[in-house]
């Protein structure tokens, strides 16, 4: 059986191997897809886990630091160490932004840290240490250690290098002391704050004639870069981290979401977009690649018709054709399953987004592909069968 599938299979090679590559493109396109939603889920899930938290503090009535704005005062901290159960609170301020560096523009997520309290796992390099103009990297930003980066006012050198910090957008994290990232956040620029200050003085429902403390007030609110996007809340062992939420909701009225549900905002509605694109991309390739494994196989089976009718005048059961075919389709597979390995293996590292390739995302696949071409076989296996053996000696 098999080699009666070689025997054949040998007359038109060429062209076989190189459907087969076809087909193998197809499948790398859909190992690649499946592999960038991959890479979105690991990037959110990284980003929690470096951010070590119980809880997630934001603004009232608001999704979080990445689903939608949020805005704290830096001094609420205070108030969450309050509640029972609570053993830390850390402000963080989180920017998304364009930076410049030999050339390149680079697009960045901002995080602004305590220095000296994150437990970021270095590749080179050192933490954060000062309170001003430092930066560690993720790699995929392509800085390096001492590489000196413009962000808007000010220039930060990068100190450390750490990997697979990546923002849920794919962009990479740049950590940097929360008080710079307050600024470059925050604070305006010079000409915003002239312009602001003088629609202040020249509104008298804002500016009162002998009320200067009003103004003053005003002016410290809306110029002021004390604020943070989220505090980051551990909790002591053992303690409900839902209850905990829900007392800072009740007495503090902010949001308060546990780890769970700042996963699921996280990855279950950001990123569930693109998982429905890429859903329906790889749906349509699948499609595709069973049309092309059916169409070759159908094709490989009309032009041997003669030779078929010939094994069936001399004997040969339908069941050993219908193998034969079986056999072909399946080889088109594997040949396309393995080209499509090897190319995603290699250009995978070259996109600009987070490509992870699973085990059992790559064995999914290839049960997938040999179910394909088992069912495109069907249409050969039928042509072939209705052939009569009549027809070797008409023809």
């Known amino acids: 059986m098999i080699s009666l599938a070689y025997r054949d299979i040998s007359n038109t090679v060429g062209r076989y191997v190189l459907t087969g590559i076809g087909l193998g493109l197809l499948i790398g396109v859909t190992l690649t897809m499946a592999g ?30 990445f689903a939608e704005p949020s805005s704290l005062p830096d001094d609420i901290y205070r108030g969450i160490l309050a509640i029972d159960g609570v053993t830390r609170a850390t402000n963080v301020a989180y920017l998304t932004l364009e930076v410049s560096h030999a050339g390149r523009s680079v697009r960045v997520m901002l995080e602004g840290i305590e220095p000296g309290q994150n437990r970021l796992q270095l590749t080179a390099g050192r933490p954060v240490t000062r309170s001003h103009y430092e930066l560690v990297a993720d790699e995929r930003s392509g800085f390096r250690v001492g590489d000196l980066i413009p962000v808007h006012r000010h220039v930060y050198r990068v100190v450390g290098l750490t990997r697979g910090m990546r923002s849920p957008s794919g962009d990479p994290i740049l950590f940097l002391p929360l008080k710079d990232a307050q600024e470059i956040q925050f604070l305006k620029d010079n000409d915003a704050l002239f312009r602001d200050r003088r629609l202040l003085e020249d509104n008298p429902r804002l500016n009162p004639p002998g009320n200067p403390a009003l103004l003053g007030g005003l002016e410290d609110t809306l110029f002021s870069n004390h604020r943070v996007n ?5 909790l002591a062992p053992g303690v409900n981290a839902q209850q905990v939420a829900t007392d800072i909701e009740q007495w503090l009225r902010l949001t308060a979401y546990p780890r769970e ?7 279950g509605q950001l ?23 059916a ?29 034969m075919i079986l056999l072909e389709a ?9 080209t499509g390995k090897l190319a995603v293996t290699y250009w995978a590292p070259l996109f600009p987004k987070h ?40 023809g």
Do not use: H
């Open 271 to 293: 990123i569930a977009m693109a998982s429905r694109q890429i859903g329906l991309f790889l749906v349509i390739l699948t499609v595709v690649s069973a049309a092309i494994v």
């Open 261 to 267: 549900e700042m996963e699921q905002i996280l990855i």
């Open 355 to 394: 490509v992870l390739l699973l085990t059992e995302d790559t064995l999914r696949a290839l049960i997938i592909t040999l179910v394909i071409c088992i069912l495109a076989s069907v249409a050969g296996i039928r042509a072939a069968l209705r052939i009569p053996p009549g027809s070797a000696i008409g």
């Open 330 to 338: 399946i080889g088109l597979g594997l040949i396309g399953f393995l």
């Open 295 to 323: 169409l070759t196989v159908y094709s490989m089976t009309q032009t041997k018709l003669k030779e078929i009718a010939v094994l069936k005048l001399i004997g040969t059961p339908n069941s050993l054709i219908s193998r």
């Open 36 to 65: 960038v939603f991959r890479g979105m889920v690991d990037d959110g899930r990284a980003l929690l886990r470096a951010a070590d938290a119980d809880i997630w503090v934001v603004q009232q009535n608001t999704l979080g630091p």
């Open 230 to 234: 989220t505090v980051l809340v551990q």
